[in-house]
């Protein structure tokens, strides 16, 4: 029985993406003038691939929602800290290392407060990983732009822009690099050919178990 296809995304990409949802539902992402039985014989060549990433969707449980309650624990680069609520304080929002401690005034628009600050970490934690790392391998790129993306940890753009999602960044920081080296390699193989992710190994030979981590954690990366 073929694998149904749950939402086909044109774009004027060069390439096919599979992209299994948090849900198990399957995206595919794909050129504009490509045809609908192309698609579907390159689904049908990675049905197994499919299978697989579906069937662990479906047994990794999604995370609790955030209750924005005093005690309760936050995500960053990989570690948990408790939360503090203030009666007064300026900005809403701090951090010391060791504990997040939110206004009191600020508890009705939480979500949107935290994950503001997160995008911000995320933008000097990724602009100085990236420019650490394409410093150290010889790679040229453009700029780093944080994006709200739910399905992707990172892309790469043909002028050289690397996207990753804010999420990211409550990641462990080698999971962190990971997906940084693998964006890098995206300026300058545009694909996820062998010779792909033979120079992603080359760069960072345990990145596997970094992909693991991803494929068993990443649900739980959120508010």
Not at 194 to 203: D, G, K
């Amino acid at each position: 029985m073929p694998i149904p296809i749950d939402q086909l995304v044109r774009t004027r990409r060069r390439t096919i993406a599979l992209i299994v949802q948090p849900d198990g539902t399957l995206t595919v992402r794909a050129p504009l003038q490509l045809s609908e039985a192309r698609i579907r014989r390159f689904v049908d060549s990675h049905a197994d691939w499919v299978a697989r990433h579906q069937e662990l969707a479906r047994r990794s449980p999604p995370a609790a929602r955030k209750q924005f309650l005093a005690g309760e624990t936050f995500l960053l680069l990989g570690s948990r800290y408790p939360l503090q609520i203030l009666p007064r304080q300026r900005p809403a929002l701090t951090f010391d290392g060791q504990t997040f401690r939110l206004a009191e005034s600020a508890r009705g628009r939480a979500e949107q407060v935290f994950v503001q600050w997160y995008r911000a970490q995320a933008g000097e934690v990724l602009t100085r990983r990236v420019s650490a790392l394409a410093a150290a391998h010889g790679f040229s790129w453009k700029k780093v732009r944080i994006s709200s993306a739910r399905t992707r940890w990172g892309s790469c753009s043909p002028n050289g822009t690397l996207s990753f999602p804010w999420r990211l960044v409550l990641a462990p920081l080698p999971v962190v690099d990971y997906v940084v080296i693998h964006e890098l390699v995206h300026t300058q193989i545009r694909n996820h050919s062998r010779a792909f992710w033979l120079e992603v190994a080359r760069l960072l030979p345990g990145y596997k178990a970094h992909v693991r981590w991803l494929k068993q954690n990443g649900r739980q990366l959120t508010l």
